[in-house]
């Protein structure tokens, strides 16, 4: 079955500590995406990739890394210089259209202390 | 300035009765989408309806219809017969074809509706 796979359900860190959540799909799709949600709030956007190679900032990118090596993989670095890493993580793609859905992930939730 | 405007930040309703959830938007661009979702309490996001700005039908899907109105920009999610399955935070988004100088840009979410559903 095709599909989005994000990686630990749960994970927990010492503030201070670089993290790599990982996402990878199946479904073939050119774009990937990382999205931030804080308890009770919206997905905000922090990261997006469109093709290979390639990556753009979202609206909160400060404190946080992708890269694009693969067009299955789409991995997301948390580093020390992002102030409030605490929340839950949602990767996911999509066909490069504009009537096409995002397929997600099942997230990733981050606790730092 | 938002882009997508959810007011309630809370609703319920009546197992079978239906329910209508609002979303408004704002964007200048003649070609978007919208997009409604529904988040468990499990974190899953699960894709409910789409609606394109040059369609000319409201969406359906099942139970769930979106009450499009352009000049109004708002695309409210309508839940006909709620189930207790039903209960669960929803989020409208929306795509515009020419955010960010990219081809077809990225989603923007609102603040979510969390909606109980009452036996």
């Known amino acids: 079955d095709g599909g989005i796979t994000q990686s630990p359900k749960y994970l927990f860190r010492k503030e201070g500590q670089n993290v790599t959540l990982s996402c990878e799909q199946n479904l073939n799709h050119d774009a990937m995406y990382w999205y931030r949600q804080d308890p009770g709030q919206g997905l905000r956007l922090i990261y997006y990739?469109?093709?290979?190679?390639?990556?753009q900032k979202g609206d909160i990118a400060e404190g946080y890394s992708v890269s694009r090596e693969k067009k299955e993989s789409f991995p997301l670095t948390v580093t020390s210089a992002q102030k409030n890493p605490t929340a839950f993580y949602l990767c996911?793609?999509?066909?490069?259209?504009?009537?096409?859905?995002?397929?997600f992930g099942n997230g990733t939730r981050l606790t730092v202390t | 300035a938002q882009k997508i405007t959810q007011t309630q930040p809370g609703m319920f309703v009546q197992e079978k009765e239906a329910v209508t959830l609002d979303c408004t938007y704002d964007t200048s661009d003649p070609s978007y989408g919208l997009f409604w979702y529904k988040q468990p309490s499990s974190g899953e996001m699960i894709f409910l309806i789409y609606q394109g700005s040059y369609d000319q039908q409201n969406a359906t899907e099942g139970r769930y219809s979106l009450n499009f109105q352009k000049a109004r920009k708002s695309a409210n999610l309508v839940i006909s017969a709620s189930q207790l399955g039903d209960s669960a935070m929803y989020f409208c988004?929306?795509?515009?074809?020419?955010?960010?100088?990219?081809?077809?840009?990225?989603?923007?979410f609102g603040q979510g509706t969390i909606l109980t559903v009452h036996p």
């Open positions: 988004a929306m795509r515009e074809a020419s955010a960010g100088g990219t081809s077809y840009g990225k989603l923007t």
């Open positions: 990739s469109q093709i290979v190679n390639d990556f």
């Open positions: 996911a793609s999509s066909w490069d259209s504009l009537r096409t859905t995002l397929h």
